[in-house]
Each structure stands twice: as structure tokens, then as C-alpha cells.
């Protein structure tokens, strides 16, 4: 298996700028979650899905971001419009409901807001 | 508001050492408990998972549960250089979904 694939790997884009960051969980895996990652906050959880479904959202930052995932092997984490606080690492990672929890994450999307 | 707590660090041992990595946790319903390796400039990986209170040994690293202190720690033994890293202690919220919190980690230095 590839593993947890995510696109684009880099993304330097200026304030204000629509931002799509992509990716494809493992196949079988039922739970997707997106995370945000920075050196003052850590690891973040801002939105997980089930079976396709969003679960909880709570730690969407605001409106500007949403999250989608219109089938079992693809979902999207947009920003709109983003902002110079959006530069981070954003994570995807998946897991199996049943069995041992573990996440699997992909390789990350370095995202750069000027 | 659910937390887990972590030294961020850094931790500095000497190659051959055992480094001892601690956390905390809020949530007294938690159950599963995790220790995610992350290199710099990487993702984080899964190392060990613990559901037990006492200890869970696997080769060099063994984690240790005491769910009554809400206390989860990580001994590595004989630590190496390829040990150094950044390691994210994480919690699963009771419940059937997988939703963890993750604390800000603790960067581990092994000193040839």
C-alpha cells in the first residue's frame, strides 16, 4: 500500500488566496482526520471523519476553513481566504474504526502564507 | 477542555542511556494511549500503545500506564543517535470514534 498520499507537498501562496490541500487515506481505512501542526501549538485536530461523514469539526479555526470528503479515498481541507497565521504543516491521517487506533499519516503539505 | 501534557524539552542523554519520556492527561475516562515518534522534518509514527495500567515492553522502549496518577510515560533503553527526535504523547477520548489529543511533545537529543 502507498500509504496516506497528500498534495501538494509545498504550497507558498499570498494572503488572501484560495488554498486546497488534498488527500487519499488508505484504502479500507473509514476515519480520516486533518491536523495542523506548528511550533507554538503542536499537533492539532481540526476536523475527523467517519465513513465519509464529519464527526466533529470543533477545532476548525473559523470559517474560512472547511473540509470535505465526497468519497472513501479522497477529501480536501480548503482555506478561504487565507491568512499569514495559516503557515503551518497540514497533516492527514487515517485509521481503521475496529483494531488497534493507530493513525497513519501522510507525508504532509507545507503551507506558506505571504 | 481535554489535555495532555508533555515536557517539550529537550531532553539530552548520553548514547547508551535510558531516556525517560512523561505525560499527563486530563481526561480520566481515557483508555487508549499512544507514543508517536516524529523525526525532524517528517510525519509523526506510531511506536507504542498501552490500554493497561503497568508496563508493555517492546525491544528497547517500554511504556508504562498508571491510569489512578493519569500518568503515561516512555523508557527507551540503550538509546541511540537515531533516537532523537520529537516524541507526541497522544490520548483517545472514551467513545467508539479515534479522535486523539496529541500534547506538543517532547524533542529527545542522544548524545554520541
Known amino acids: 500500500d502507498a500509504g496516506v498520499i497528500q498534495s501538494p507537498r509545498h504550497e507558498v501562496t499570498e494572503m488572501g488566496q484560495e488554498v486546497t490541500l488534498r488527500c487519499k487515506p488508505i484504502?479500507?481505512?473509514?476515519?480520516l482526520f486533518w491536523y495542523r501542526q506548528t511550533m507554538m501549538r503542536g499537533l492539532e485536530l481540526l476536523i475527523y471523519?467517519?465513513?465519509?461523514?464529519?464527526?466533529?469539526d470543533s477545532g476548525m479555526p473559523e470559517d474560512r476553513f472547511s473540509a470535505k470528503m465526497p468519497n472513501a479515498s479522497f477529501s480536501t481541507l480548503k482555506i478561504q481566504p487565507s491568512e499569514p497565521r495559516d503557515s503551518a504543516v497540514y497533516f492527514c491521517a487515517s485509521s481503521l474504526t475496529t483494531g488497534g487506533n493507530e493513525q497513519f499519516f501522510g507525508p504532509g503539505t507545507r503551507l506558506t502564507v505571504l | 477542555q481535554k489535555e495532555v501534557e508533555q515536557n517539550s524539552g529537550p531532553l539530552s542523554v548520553p548514547e547508551g542511556a535510558i531516556a525517560s519520556l512523561n505525560c499527563t492527561y486530563s481526561?480520566?475516562?481515557?483508555?487508549?494511549f499512544f507514543w508517536y515518534r516524529q523525526y525532524s522534518g517528517k510525519s509523526p509514527e506510531l511506536i507504542m500503545f498501552?490500554?493497561?495500567?503497568g508496563d508493555k515492553e517492546d525491544g528497547r522502549f517500554t511504556a508504562q500506564l498508571n491510569k489512578a496518577s493519569q500518568y503515561v510515560s516512555l523508557l527507551i533503553r540503550d538509546s541511540q543517535p537515531s533516537d532523537s527526535a520529537t516524541y507526541l504523547c497522544a490520548v483517545k477520548e472514551p467513545g467508539g470514534y479515534q479522535k486523539v489529543t496529541f500534547g506538543t511533545g517532547t524533542k529527545l537529543q542522544v548524545i554520541p
Open positions: 471523519f467517519n465513513n465519509n461523514v464529519p464527526i466533529d
Open positions: 498501552i490500554y493497561s495500567n
Open positions: 484504502s479500507g481505512h473509514n476515519s
Open positions: 481526561d480520566r475516562g481515557s483508555q487508549s
